[in-house]
């Protein structure tokens, strides 16, 4: 149709029959009406007005410049037995006609829909109807008993399908696979590099969507880790908004790389090796259900079942819960998580690379028994009882869950915390967004407490310690001595150098601040050879240095073990099974391995001799403590604070919990390899 010295014209280009127009020259396409599923049909024009039907409806464009299309309302006045719905006759609407072998009976094509049709006796089959798809060029398959069509009922991106059919009327073969390896989906759909796309359950799905932008191993051509060896793919999360790559993503990275670089998987009962693939997709959304079309493209759409989750704590249980749960993922956690989700009994399904806050807590009454014996040898605490405040809160659930712990569990004065009298002891809950934290503050200089013990965020150290410090009200008290928690690790160093430089506390004879920080957190491996190696091929890998980002490259060297563990057929179930082979710290020496690459070989070697074979696989964490159902057993360990010449200095695991004791010493020469931080705790007594 012409009009206006424009082509306008029916496409489903885009998956839909709509209209469209463009210049003469074929510049300048542009879509007028926007229909989803049904067609446009017959359109027709009086050289300025277009006019057409779907699914019945007519529909009017005024004019090549009107915003969009209207319905016509049509009232028909003809009697009512006019106006009676008639059957469609097949004679007036025939479309294709196949003839079978014996000349007996055809195949034929009515409106959109196919049936088999004898040419005497016996009735019409209706072998494909379905009024949201459109069939074609219907054909006997020779003398299997089969038809063949074409059909857009399962339509990707408006392309077709074969469907066949038994004539007799049984359900025969459905839809033929459109592929059978990631392979077949590049000669079919040769697109833009950028694009690739992977064969699942016989359809070609794009690998990438804009919510899981990126896809590992980084440094390997996506068509070669893919179409090569038709790999393996699992999921992850990251901050990988519009491509970013973060030291997350690169920890995730050097794991697959190294897998990649060994030859990926080795295929039980075969010499054939699988690469391993990881499309991973932004884990931060300011709305909570925005996370969802991610996991559904991993789990549905690219049927993974292998999930690295670094994802917040809130997205942990609600991710597993909406989509995983149903597809049988497996899940390694590669964050701290909610205590609920550990005791959870998902069958195995979700594994935590972090302890969760009840083992973690382990060390808690003998970290407050050593605090009381300090500041009593330091004469702070004289022969009154100990006064202790908790702040903790309640939007973050693993601080709130370390905060319960604490509560219910560590004893002073001869008893547990939540029975100690209210001048004892004060528990106030704050939220860590909340931009005013003087409540807290107000609490905790009401009650004057020896020891506070701080379940809180960043806002901790900016905020309510400043605070406190500065409207102290008892001259002759010592200030408290702070038990800080494993989120202020490495954080905010300028708000730590500022408590430092700004503490007044030895010039008036008390205290200093610096040594009465400590805190408590994930411990890091006791023997470091295997962490120190990790840390070189990082710094090399990617020219710069990322620490205490080891437990997302364990977690996801764990992932890939675990599915080399599964062998073929994957499901999140074997690769729970497959995890659990790692795990064996009895294990003996020959087989007792490291993650990366030089033991690579051997543990995928052994994963592929047997399917029941166990060993101990030690990550850059440490070894790995586990129980059969994924949950971690570290205790904490403590850090504490160092005044060095560029300022603030974090030092990690200077005391370690040995089951009965927390071991080491926070006072050895400076600069010593064992992290010094200045005094000794506990003060041992004259």
């Known amino acids: 149709m012409l009009i206006g010295g424009r082509l306008f014209f029916l496409s489903d280009h885009e998956g839909t029959g709509n209209i469209y127009s463009c210049a003469l020259d074929g510049s300048g396409l542009a879509r007028h009406t926007d229909h989803d599923g049904m067609y446009a049909r017959n359109p027709a024009t009086d050289g300025q007005r277009i006019v057409y039907h779907v699914a019945g409806d007519i529909w009017i464009l005024d004019s090549p410049e009107a915003a969009g299309p209207r319905k016509l309302e049509v009232t028909l006045g003809s009697p009512a037995p006019a106006r009676a719905p008639r059957l469609v006759s097949a004679r007036d609407h025939l479309g294709s006609v196949d003839c079978d072998e014996t000349g007996q009976a055809s195949v034929i094509e009515v409106r959109g829909t196919v049936h088999w049709l004898t040419h005497k006796d016996g009735p019409a089959r209706a072998l494909h109807v379905d009024p949201a798809a459109r069939a074609r060029l219907p054909r006997v398959l020779g003398d299997t008993g089969q038809a063949v069509w074409v059909t857009d009922a399962a339509s990707r991106d408006g392309a077709d399908a074969l469907e066949i059919a038994g004539t007799s009327g049984d359900a025969g073969a459905g839809p033929v696979d459109e592929c059978v390896t990631h392979a077949d989906c590049l000669e079919l759909h040769a697109g833009a590099a950028s694009d690739p796309e992977a064969c699942v ?23 070669n880790g893919l179409y090569s060896t038709d790999a393996i793919i699992l999921g992850g999360f990251s901050d990988v908004e519009s491509g970013n790559i973060s030291p997350i993503t690169n920890n995730l990275d050097l794991a697959v790389t190294e897998l990649s670089n060994k030859g990926g998987i080795p295929i039980a009962g075969s010499t054939k090796r699988r690469q391993v693939v990881m499309v991973v997709c932004n884990y931060y959304y300011a ?87 300090h500041l009593t040898t330091l004469g702070a605490i004289d022969a009154e009882n ?65 020891i506070i013990v701080g379940m809180k965020s960043v806002e901790m150290i900016t905020q309510i310690i400043p605070g406190i410090e500065a409207d102290w009200p008892d001259a002759d008290q010592e200030r ?61 890998a990617y020219f710069t240095e990322a620490l205490g980002y080891e437990n997302f490259y364990d ?12 062998q073929e057929p994957y499901t999140g179930k074997s690769i729970s099974e497959g995890m659990a082979r790692l795990i064996n710290t009895s294990a003996s020496a ?58 603030t200095l974090f030092k990690s695991d200077v005391l370690r919990w040995d089951g009965t004791n927390l071991t080491g010493n926070l006072n050895l020469p400076a600069g ?8 000794t705790f506990p003060e041992p007594p004259p």
Request: hydrophobic share 40%; proline share 6%.
């Open 386 to 450: 100990t006064r202790v405040g908790l702040i903790t809160t309640d939007d973050e659930q693993f601080l709130a869950d370390m905060g319960d712990y604490f509560h219910t569990t560590v004893q002073f004065n001869g008893k547990t915390a939540n029975t100690n009298d209210a001048t004892d002891y004060v528990r106030v809950s704050r939220s860590i967004y909340a931009a005013d934290q003087s409540p807290v503050v107000d609490a905790m200089l009401a009650l004057k407490p020896h």
């Open 287 to 373: 709305l909570q259900s925005d996370i969802l079309p991610g996991a559904r493209h991993l789990m549905e759409d690219l049927n993974v079942k292998g999930v690295l989750g670094t994802l917040f704590l809130r997205d942990q249980q609600y991710v597993f819960e909406n989509v995983g749960a149903d597809a049988g993922a497996f899940f390694m956690m590669s964050t701290y998580s909610s205590q609920a989700l550990i005791d959870a009994d998902p069958g195995g399904l979700v594994w935590h690379m972090l302890s969760g806050a009840e083992w973690l807590s382990t060390p808690f009454q003998k970290l407050m028994d050593d605090s009381v014996a």
């Open 672 to 679: 010593d390899s064992m992290n010094p931080c200045g005094f």
């Open 480 to 540: 408290p001595l702070y038990i800080l928690s494993p989120l202020l690790y490495n954080q905010v160093l300028s708000a730590y150098d500022t408590l430092i430089t700004m503490d007044d506390s030895a010039a008036n004879g008390k205290i200093p601040i610096q040594k009465r920080l400590i805190g408590m957190n994930w411990p890091a491996a006791a023997d470091p050879t295997i962490y120190n190696d990790y840390v070189d091929r990082y710094n090399k």
């Open 590 to 647: 020959s087989k007792t391995w490291a993650v990366g690459p030089d033991d690579m070989p051997a543990v995928l070697d052994e994963l592929k001799r047997s399917k029941t074979s166990t060993m101990q696989v030690i990550g850059a964490m440490g070894p790995p403590d586990w129980d059969g159902l994924g949950t971690r057993h570290d205790a904490a360990s403590i850090w504490c604070v160092a005044k060095g010449p560029q300022g």
């Open 555 to 566: 977690a996801t060297a764990y992932l890939l073990y675990a599915v080399a563990g599964a």
């Open 201 to 223: 359950a016989g359809k070609c799905v794009l690998l990438r969507s804009d919510e899981c932008p990126v896809v590992l191993p980084l440094g390997d051509n996506i068509y």
